[in-house]
């Protein structure tokens, strides 16, 4: 006879790189979970890890556990919040991913007033570098995403406007001259983020006509953190390529200022990415009407 506590730990073997790392999320030692696995195995007459793989790999069994097994978690977990929900109460897990920055600013905000209303809801959020690795990692909800979306079959839904905004500090523009269109920044310091594998000093316009342009910058700064490269443009370092969110409030004090105001880069709108069946978990909705309404009307845009 198979539990859900066995289920759960198949589903995070499953998911891990390593029997390492399946101990640190359980916060007990390797060898712990070694016996854990081996006890599992010989109660199901069955092996689940390939143990002549240099990395952690399931066998065919263990792989089929792993996929039905969630599954099962699933409709578990669906079943409890239903009977929840019937008596107004939103229970379960909350995992949430979201970006650095923009998780600081709005995700965690949005959590403590769902945690305040529903306080039998236990939550985590993880702000990552790197949206393709959490996108493979899948040990989540819901992901609050910003910007260019890689291909992805998990449900979205749209949740704010965002533009992305080239600008510069007064300083650097008194310094440097000020570009009145994209092929100027080719003579210009720019600074880049780089947090993932996408090509990020190719910039797209578009002209107000139409017509659109894409530059290759080459990147006197760069760094994988947006609020680095945000404070290298406030400190007259650089022009910097940002999102509207971010640099608003600096835009309107006169910190920053905007350039080529006919050409637009692509927009960065704020999205949520769900699997199927998180779809349909009362928390995963709930959550999502939070974030929503401290969405609107768009704060960046006040």
Same mark, same amino acid.
């Given at each position: 006879m198979m539990t859900p506590q066995d289920l759960r730990?198949?589903?995070?073997?499953?998911?891990?790189?390593?029997l390492a790392a399946v101990a640190r999320r359980l916060d007990i030692s390797p060898s712990?979970?070694?016996?854990?696995?081996r006890h599992l195995e010989e109660r199901l007459q069955v092996r689940l890890v390939d143990?002549?793989?240099?990395r952690l790999q399931l066998t065919a069994e263990g792989s089929m556990l792993a996929e039905r097994g969630a599954a099962v978690l699933a409709e578990l977990e669906a079943m409890t919040e239903a009977l929840a929900a019937g008596r107004g109460a939103v229970t379960g897990h909350l995992r949430v991913a979201a970006p650095f920055g923009f998780g600081r600013a709005y995700v965690a905000p949005a959590m403590v007033a769902l945690r305040q209303a529903h306080p039998?809801?236990?939550?985590?959020?993880?702000?990552?570098?790197d949206p393709a690795h959490s996108l493979r990692d899948?040990?989540?909800?819901?992901?609050v995403h910003v910007g260019h979306l890689p291909d992805s079959r998990l449900v979205l839904r749209r949740l704010a406007p965002n533009r992305r905004i080239l600008c510069a500090a007064p300083a650097y523009l008194a310094a440097h001259g000020t570009p009145s269109q994209p092929e100027d920044l080719r003579h210009h310091a720019c600074a880049v983020i780089r947090e993932n594998q996408a090509d990020t000093t190719l910039w797209p316009f578009t002209h107000a006509e139409g017509? =659109?342009?894409a530059? +290759?910058?080459?990147?006197?700064?760069?760094?994988?953190?947006?609020?680095v490269v945000r404070q290298w443009g406030l400190a007259g370092l650089g022009i910097i390529l940002r999102s509207e969110w971010d640099v608003a409030e600096d835009l309107r004090s006169g910190a920053l200022v905007a350039l080529v105001p006919d050409w637009t880069p692509p927009p960065a709108d704020v999205v949520a990415l769900l699997g199927a069946r998180? =779809?349909?978990?009362? +928390?995963?909705?709930?959550?999502l009407q939070v974030l929503g309404q401290a969405l609107r009307p768009v704060p960046w845009r006040g």
């Open positions: 730990f198949v589903a995070l073997i499953a998911a891990a790189s390593s712990a979970v070694t016996q854990r696995l143990r002549s793989s240099r039998g809801l236990e939550m985590s959020l993880i702000l990552f570098e899948g040990q989540w909800d819901v992901m017509h =659109g342009t530059i +290759r910058v080459h990147p006197a700064l760069a760094s994988n953190d947006g609020a998180n =779809g349909r978990m009362a +928390r995963t909705e709930r959550f």
